[in-house]
T-cell receptor
Framework: QKEVEQDPGPLSVPEGAIVSLNCTYS??????FMWYRQYSRKGPELLMY????GNKEDGRFTAQVDKSSKYISLFIRDSQPSDSATYLC???????????FGAGTRLAVHP | DTAVSQTPKYLVTQMGNDKSIKCEQN?????MYWYKQDSKKFLKIMFS???????INETVPNRFSPKSPDKAHLNLHINSLELGDSAVYFC???????????????FGSGTQLSVL
């Protein structure tokens, strides 16, 4: 089993839709959970960061972590065409360890 | 000003050739990385350097050799290129002396390597 799994998509939604992007992981040592966004032909950039279980909101974006089921979600409200990108989840065990990325989910928001 | 810049953006070459990719960061960060993103978009770490010292070396063929002349530069040299080396290679940097808990990575725009 891969350490981090994401549905690669593509996920195509109309503008204004609520988007749910999900990620599962296998290592119960993961404590910190990041979402990176990658536009086409660009490097990833950190979008959100969450510690342990719970929710974190930042504007139209909400990150949710359920450690009991090892499930991570990113919700995008009122999605915009500019949200069209690949979203990579990246859990981290804490301390000095390398970051492991999921394969990413490609999102297309059409006007 | 580009924070993490890598050159070239595109690299097309024949099998068996030797090529280099250069990376520079102007963020004053201590740690730099090379990542490889394959056709399925998996992003995997290859190497990490902290203040010119190698700290992460994943299972990468020894045809790949990183070189860090100073903490602002991390170059990647690849010998005897193979078809399977075709991928996008990303350079990244982070502030602290290792990949600590919530450390933010700053990525370059990538180098698309195509081996024919």
């Amino acid at each position: 089993q891969k350490e981090v799994e994401q549905d690669p998509g593509p996920l195509s939604v109309p503008e204004g839709a609520i988007v749910s992007l999900n990620c599962t992981y296998s290592n119960s040592a993961f404590q910190y959970f990041m979402w990176y966004r990658q536009y086409s032909r660009k490097g990833p950039e950190l979008l959100m960061y969450t510690y342990s279980s719970g929710n974190k909101e930042d504007g139209r974006f909400t990150a949710q972590v359920d450690k009991s089921s090892k499930y991570i979600s990113l919700f995008i409200r009122d999605s915009q065409p500019s949200d069209s990108a690949t979203y990579l989840c990246a859990p981290h065990p804490g301390g000095y360890n390398k970051l492991i990325f999921g394969a990413g989910t490609r999102l297309a928001v059409h006007p | 000003d580009t924070a993490v810049s890598q050159t070239p953006k595109y690299l097309v070459t024949q099998m068996g050739n030797d090529k280099s990719i250069k990376c520079e960061q102007n963020l004053g960060h201590d740690t730099m990385y090379w990542y490889k993103q394959d056709s399925k978009k998996f992003l995997k770490i290859m190497f990490s350097y902290n203040n010119k010292e190698l700290i992460i070396n994943e299972t990468v063929p020894n045809r790949f050799s990183p070189k860090s002349p100073d903490k602002a530069h991390l170059n990647l040299h690849i010998n005897s290129l193979e078809l399977g080396d075709s991928a996008v290679y990303f350079c990244a940097s982070s502030q602290a002396s290792g990949l600590a808990t919530n450390e933010k990575l700053f990525f370059g725009s990538g180098t698309q390597l195509s081996v024919l």
